[in-house]
């Protein structure tokens, strides 16, 4: 089965072109766009902080943990914060 490409990168692109996707971005990955690995239980993580601090309004390091996972809006699957 075919991999589709990141969702965030296909968004990102498409905001970057007027709001339509752009032609070179297929609807299967490319070693550009594949998919970037994450561990789960540190995403589970990030969003249980952001919901808490949404919640309590105070601080839970959700932007510590947001920080540790890669930015999936990018392809070298490097953080750029």
Do not use: C, W, Y
Request: proline share 9%; net charge positive.
């Amino acid at each position: 089965m075919a991999k589709q490409p990141e969702s965030l990168a296909t968004f990102s692109a498409t905001a970057k072109n007027a709001g339509k996707k752009p032609k070179d971005v297929a609807l299967t990955a490319t070693p550009e766009t594949m998919p970037i690995p994450t561990d789960p239980t540190k995403k589970a993580d990030a969003a249980t902080k952001v919901l808490r601090e949404g919640v309590l309004h105070r601080d839970q390091g959700a932007d510590k943990a947001i920080d540790a996972l890669p930015d999936r809006t990018r392809t070298t699957g490097k953080s750029q914060r």
